[in-house]
């Protein structure tokens, strides 16, 4: 299948500073991106999609000049959690939108980035 | 933003046992996900379902699109220690906004050895 990765895995930084997180389709190209954010035994929330190209839409309730996101090629997208609080930490998963093959959608998740902001 | 209604929340059973899960939709989608998440990782796609009746299996895991176009389920055959996880039902509307996918709930399956 589809491999999707993410760097880093962990990420431990201290109140203040900024963190990238890098999100790669490994096997194929993708024009579109998710980023998401996982509290624990929650469900996925849809923070914003990235587009190649072109500026990532945020969804609401989403400050987008704290999350930006940049989707520079088809293959990378970054998400860089600017000035990290406490709060902002939390699981942050990307997925990636591979071409429709005969109208087929899906979507492959890559492993996720756990933030602790200290 | 909508949420399928995915059911049960979680499930406690002995290996060996079938499950049962599914999700229903207020409004028609186009396509309907399985994916399973393990603690610490991201969902693993199980299997995609893109036509209304379509029955599609990947293993001991069957899914099906329901003939409404409303609902699926998924369906896990004699159960290991290993199918413990959380899995999410997702799916595309018809009214489609770009590929963003609706997620249900989750259903935290837990199989006692």
């Known amino acids: 299948g589809a491999v999707v990765s993410q760097h880093p895995s962990r990420v431990i930084c201290k109140s203040g500073t900024s963190v990238k997180i890098e999100c790669r389709s490994l096997?194929?190209?993708?024009?579109?991106m998710f980023w998401y954010r996982q509290f624990p035994k929650q469900s996925l929330m849809l923070m914003a999609t990235s587009n190649e190209g072109s500026k990532a839409t945020y969804e609401q309730g989403v400050e987008k000049d704290k999350f930006l996101i940049n989707h520079a090629s088809l293959t990378l997208s970054t998400l860089t959690v600017t000035s990290a609080h406490p709060e902002d930490s939390s699981f942050y998963i990307c997925?990636?939108?591979?071409?429709?093959?005969?109208?087929?959608?899906?979507?492959?998740f890559g492993p996720g980035t756990r933030l602790l902001v200290l | 933003g909508q949420q399928l209604n995915q059911s049960p929340q979680s499930m406690f059973i002995q290996e060996g046992e079938d499950v049962s899960m599914n999700c229903t939709s207020s409004?028609?989608?186009?396509?309907w996900l399985w994916y399973k998440q393990e603690p610490g990782e991201g969902p693993v796609l199980l299997i995609a379902?893109?036509?209304?009746?379509e029955l599609t299996s990947n293993g001991r895991l069957t899914a099906q699109f329901g003939i409404t176009r409303k609902d699926s389920f998924l369906n896990i055959s004699a159960s290991i220690p290993s199918d413990v996880g959380i899995y999410f039902c997702?799916?595309?509307?018809?009214?489609?906004?770009?590929?963003?996918?609706?997620f249900g709930q989750g259903t935290e399956l837990s199989v006692k050895p």
């Open positions: 997702a799916g595309l509307p018809s009214y489609n906004q770009g590929g963003k996918l609706i």
């Open positions: 096997d194929f190209q993708a024009t579109t």
């Open positions: 379902l893109y036509k209304a009746g």
């Open positions: 409004s028609i989608f186009n396509t």
């Open positions: 997925s990636a939108r591979p071409g429709l093959a005969g109208g087929r959608e899906t979507q492959y």
